[in-house]
């Protein structure tokens, strides 16, 4: 089993910043991707920000420039720093990892947090 606890999140003014912790654990041998996706209450979930086992990113066109995804292998974890937040970043932001679990090796797994709530008010 693989388990992500996201944390960070809350309510901010817009021009406000964040910080989306997610930490995994559970019988992992390696972690391959990191990243981070939000869905708002009828919208599509669309990627926010991923981070490659050796340092390669990639961000959504709306947070570029706003937002810096960045990992800390020896914790298993992942941040998200939100900077210059609008009204139209509210949405419950979603840790999502690519992990190599010991029992399945070499084969490699999506796993999901349960999601953590980001409010921007005007």
Wanted: glycine fraction near 12%.
């Amino acid at each position: 089993q693989v388990q992500l606890v996201e944390s960070g999140g809350g309510l901010v003014q817009a021009g406000g910043s964040l910080r989306l912790s997610c930490a995994a654990s559970g019988s992992i041998f390696s972690i391959e991707v990191m990243g981070w996706y939000r869905q708002a209450p009828g919208e599509q979930r669309e990627l926010v920000a991923k981070i490659e086992s050796g340092g390669s990113v990639n961000y959504g066109d709306s947070v570029k420039g706003r937002f810096t995804i960045s990992r800390d292998n020896a914790k298993s974890t992942v941040y998200l720093h939100m900077s210059d937040l609008k009204p139209e970043d509210t949405a419950v932001y979603y840790c999502n990892i690519e992990a190599i679990r010991r029992e399945t090796s070499p084969a490699a797994f999506r796993y999901w947090g349960q999601g953590t709530q980001v409010t921007v008010s005007s």
